[in-house]
């Protein structure tokens, strides 16, 4: 992809963009050569008042939200921190879960060691929270997956994958957590955010988007 290519916008107004991300893009600029091209620096170049409200990992594909000036900004930043703004993922990981549904609930903190990996912390870590609903299972033994609805309650650095790793699931294709020829198989991390919903900053009408799972 081109440093000049924008990715598909599905909402603007003069308050808010709703942006479909690439996997293997970066949410924001990272540190090292080479490493400025971002979702952050496509958006403002065409948007310059355009300020990114939340991330996902570069792994990561799907909906990241926008917001336009300070103020903006300021409300949906908070809208984050109230944990009223419904976020939904897609994710394809090795293996049968046992459930149908459940919550995984273990804090997180950054292994010092092995960054930028988090791990299960119950002295350090913060606390994180995830729900999650299986939709279909598929194959057997090496070749089993299931693809999961996940609804992060927390948004912690790497929350999803290290959860599902936790469970002994971690994602196809996850060059940190999965085991390595899972990546070298996979030409992406299976995790796609599917969903957000929220209540518009300015006019205080219900919003929805969706994107569909690439995978």
């Known amino acids: 992809m ?3 290519a924008c990715p598909p916008v599905l909402f603007i107004d003069e ?14 600029p990272a540190g090292g050569p080479g490493r400025d091209d971002c979702l952050a ?7 310059a008042d355009a300020r990114i409200v939340h991330r996902l990992d570069a792994a990561t ?5 926008f917001a336009r000036g300070a103020e903006m900004l300021r409300r949906m ?3 984050f921190e109230q944990r ?13 879960l046992a459930r149908d549904d459940g919550e995984i609930d273990l804090p997180l903190a950054e292994d010092a060691d092995h960054r930028p990996r988090q791990v299960v912390d119950p002295l350090r870590g913060r606390r994180a929270l995830t729900r999650y609903r299986v939709l279909d299972r598929q194959g057997h033994d090496a070749e089993a997956s299931s693809r999961l609805e996940l609804k992060p309650v927390t948004g912690r650095a790497h929350q ?9 699931h971690p994602i196809l294709g996850d060059a940190l957590y999965a085991p390595p020829e899972s990546a070298a198989r996979f030409a992406r991390m299976h995790l796609h955010a599917t ?10 009408v219900p919003m929805l988007f969706d994107s569909p799972a690439p995978f």
């Open 15 to 28: 308050f808010l963009l709703v942006v479909d991300k690439p996997a293997g893009l970066l949410s924001v």
């Open 77 to 79: 930043s908070l809208a």
């Open 2 to 4: 081109s440093a000049e």
């Open 61 to 65: 594909s799907g909906l990241v939200l």
């Open 84 to 96: 009223v703004v419904g976020k939904q993922y897609v994710a394809v990981v090795h293996g049968h």
């Open 160 to 168: 999803l994958r290290v959860h599902l790793l936790s469970l002994g």
């Open 195 to 204: 969903r957000i919903a929220f209540m518009h900053p300015h006019t205080r």
């Open 41 to 47: 620096a496509r958006i403002q170049a065409r948007w």
